[in-house]
């Protein structure tokens, strides 16, 4: 739909003192999202501050907003109100978040302060997107940079789509996941860059049918599902298809990762790898159902998550661990259904070797031939 055919809320319109457009922010969005015909926010180019802001539905028409400007967060991760999320988008259908723009999440300070990997309790920081119970939407252009915490949560969607949706912070960041999924549908995640400090893209419990297309990963620690089983109530993972994506210098490539030493139980079915180049990747093929970060959690319990139908077809490149497939399963409910079809990895000039536990893999074509057992 053309400029013409919008109402065209711009928020130099609203005033913005000192370059903070907060207010002005909110108040086109609220003019906007009250508009009885499609409306656009526009964020023009130039540089802008913006505290922590929430803008909701339901939005009586399909609503854009186009940012093609520099936004900052605040630096403190104090002066963002306790919330969990910098920019937070809800309630709304048939919306869009376009433009040539950067959320800069000015994360070095709180990064800084980070001490999960020695505190248990420790308090999360604020990420820079939550994107929540949004329908028929589509976030397409956007730059990420820099979050405190995890870039974009997408939580409770349905039919969302990105697209040319690209991340950058340094792979020394902690904690900083791209895009994580949590009890959502059909969500597509296409065409983009994704350089950070953890997972370029996690799927928590609840997600069905996602796609990952054409998406390069790195740095990072690679593209995951889970971690599944620590909490409570837990949904099932279903239906999942990675294909023409490259992982370049990633920490872990295609990674399935439950914890042990719960009660929970779900599954993590159908889940399709297929035409995947990896660069130079630590673990590129992984099942780890001992997932167990900062000893956590008893490894004596197995997990009680079935992972089963998965498919590892096409998978080529560098290794950067001589144990380039690792399959640890589940004693308590070993993995079914594994394939690995055609997978076509080295190190150092030799091709990798396969290691797995409570599992029998079909091989097709050529793939590495597990060996002994690990215990």
Same mark, same amino acid.
């Given at each position: 739909?053309?400029?013409?055919?919008?109402?065209?809320?711009?928020?130099?319109?609203?005033?913005?003192?000192?370059?903070?457009?907060?207010?002005?922010?909110?108040?086109?969005?609220?003019?906007?999202?009250?508009?009885?015909?499609?409306?656009?926010?526009?964020?023009?180019?130039?540089?802008?501050?913006?505290?922590?802001?929430?803008?909701?539905?339901?939005?009586?028409?399909?609503?854009?907003?186009?940012?093609?400007?520099?936004?900052?967060?605040?630096?403190?991760?104090?002066?963002?109100?306790?919330?969990?999320?910098?920019?937070?988008?809800?309630?709304?259908?048939?919306?869009?978040?376009?433009?040539?723009?950067?959320?800069?999440?000015?994360?070095?300070?709180?990064?800084?302060?980070?001490?999960?990997?020695?505190?248990?309790?420790?308090?999360?920081?604020?990420?820079?997107?939550?994107?929540?119970?949004?329908?028929?939407?589509?976030?397409?252009?956007?730059? @990420?940079?820099? !979050?405190?915490?995890? #870039?974009?949560?997408?939580?409770?969607?349905?039919? /969302?789509?990105? =697209? $040319?949706?690209? %991340?950058?912070?340094?792979?020394?960041?902690?904690?900083?996941?791209?895009?994580?999924?949590?009890?959502?549908?059909?969500?597509?995640?296409?065409?983009?860059?994704?350089?950070?400090?953890?997972?370029?893209?996690?799927?928590?419990?609840?997600?069905?049918?996602?796609?990952?297309?054409?998406?390069?990963?790195?740095?990072?620690?690679?593209?995951?599902?889970?971690?599944?089983?620590?909490?409570?109530?837990?949904?099932?993972?279903?239906?999942?298809?990675?294909?023409?994506?490259?992982?370049?210098?990633?920490?872990?490539?295609?990674?399935?990762?439950?914890?042990?030493?719960? @009660?929970?139980? !779900?599954?993590?079915? #159908?889940?399709?790898?297929?035409?995947?180049?990896? /660069?130079?990747? =630590? $673990?590129?093929? %992984?099942?780890?159902?001992?997932?167990?970060?900062?000893?956590?959690?008893?490894?004596?319990?197995?997990?009680?998550?079935?992972?089963?139908?998965?498919?590892?077809?096409?998978?080529?490149?560098?290794?950067?661990?001589?144990?380039?497939?690792?399959?640890?399963?589940?004693?308590?409910?070993?993995?079914?259904?594994?394939?690995?079809?055609?997978?076509?990895?080295?190190?150092?000039?030799?091709?990798?070797?396969?290691?797995?536990?409570?599992?029998?893999?079909?091989?097709?074509?050529?793939?590495?031939?597990?060996?002994?057992?690990?215990?």
């Amino acid at each position: 739909m053309s400029l013409l055919n919008f109402g065209v809320f711009n928020i130099r319109k609203y005033g913005a003192p000192s370059g903070d457009i907060t207010n002005a922010l909110k108040s086109a969005w609220k003019d906007a999202c009250t508009s009885t015909s499609p409306s656009k926010v526009l964020v023009p180019s130039g540089w802008y501050k913006l505290q922590q802001i929430d803008l909701e539905g339901p939005c009586n028409a399909p609503i854009e907003v186009q940012v093609d400007g520099i936004i900052l967060a605040p630096k403190n991760p104090y002066h963002l109100n306790g919330q969990d999320q910098w920019v937070r988008f809800q309630y709304i259908n048939f919306f869009t978040l376009s433009g040539r723009g950067t959320f800069d999440g000015q994360g070095e300070m709180a990064w800084k302060q980070l001490d999960c990997a020695k505190n248990s309790n420790c308090k999360s920081l604020v990420m820079n997107f939550g994107f929540a119970f949004l329908n028929n939407s589509v976030i397409q252009d956007i730059n @990420s940079k820099d !979050s405190k915490y995890f #870039h974009a949560n997408v939580f409770g969607c349905n039919n /969302i789509t990105f =697209t $040319n949706f690209n %991340i950058n912070a340094p792979e020394t960041s902690p904690n900083t996941d791209g895009i994580h999924i949590g009890r959502s549908t059909k969500v597509n995640i296409i065409n983009s860059k994704i350089g950070t400090g953890d997972d370029c893209i996690s799927l928590g419990d609840g997600s069905r049918q996602i796609t990952v297309r054409n998406v390069t990963c790195g740095p990072g620690h690679g593209i995951s599902v889970g971690s599944l089983g620590r909490y409570p109530n837990e949904e099932p993972v279903v239906d999942l298809t990675v294909k023409n994506c490259t992982l370049n210098n990633t920490d872990n490539g295609l990674r399935i990762k439950t914890w042990p030493g719960t @009660s929970v139980v !779900s599954i993590a079915s #159908h889940l399709h790898f297929e035409d995947i180049i990896m /660069i130079n990747v =630590t $673990n590129p093929v %992984i099942i780890d159902q001992e997932y167990c970060p900062w000893n956590q959690c008893s490894k004596k319990s197995p997990s009680k998550i079935k992972i089963r139908k998965v498919l590892f077809k096409n998978i080529r490149g560098t290794s950067a661990t001589q144990e380039g497939v690792t399959l640890v399963c589940s004693s308590g409910v070993p993995c079914e259904a594994i394939v690995l079809n055609n997978i076509d990895l080295s190190y150092n000039g030799s091709k990798v070797i396969a290691k797995c536990a409570n599992v029998k893999p079909t091989i097709r074509k050529k793939a590495p031939i597990c060996m002994l057992p690990r215990v």
